[in-house]
């Protein structure tokens, strides 16, 4: 089937996504290449479970990475005012 193993591939970064979200960033771009990867998949014409759960994770992998990106921002912000005093 055309576009399998690009839903399974936007799976996989979805889930790696989600549970690498508290890497302060890194993940973002697996997120966002599980986006693509979901696009391409529904482009060939397949939908299967795959696409639609890579889909799914990529979005809350995309999200979870932005917070915990700007949370690393924030705690790092704050630690190097708490040195300067």
């Not at 089937?1 to 890194?26: E, H």
């Amino acid at each position: 089937m055309p576009g399998k193993t690009q839903g399974i591939v936007s799976m996989v970064c979805g889930l790696v996504s989600i549970f690498g979200s508290y890497s302060f960033g890194v993940t973002i771009v697996v997120a966002i290449v599980g986006l693509v990867m979901s696009k391409k998949a529904t482009e060939a014409g397949y939908q299967g479970t795959p696409v639609k759960v890579g889909k799914i994770t990529s979005i809350i992998g995309l999200i979870l990475s932005i917070v915990m990106l700007v949370v690393g921002i924030i705690v790092m912000a704050a630690a190097a005012a708490l040195q300067a005093n």
